[in-house]
């Protein structure tokens, strides 16, 4: 929700070359972030490598020409799809085995 606040924020589209660059950036950001999200809740998995990159450059391009409801539609969409959802993520992480390697990272290096 935060990166699409500052996508809606930035105005209608029509700003500099420089400036739709960079949010059709975030706008790509936010989409692969809303499908990663949605795969790692909805399934228990971190998918990497995202389907059909260039889905997500055409997205980024429409954001940032302005049409900031398909935007506002990927993000409602991706509600509707947890919420309808039970995660097989545990209420809380196992912090434990995180905390070993960490401590064994440390004086490693």
Known sequence: MQQFRRLSERGDGSFSADTRKRTAKHARHLARLTRQGLDL???????IRLEYPEWYHDFGDAVAGGDLQIAADLLAAAERQMAATKSPLPERPDTAPIEAWLLRARAAH
């Open 41 to 47: 809740y909805t399934t228990g998995t971190l998918t």
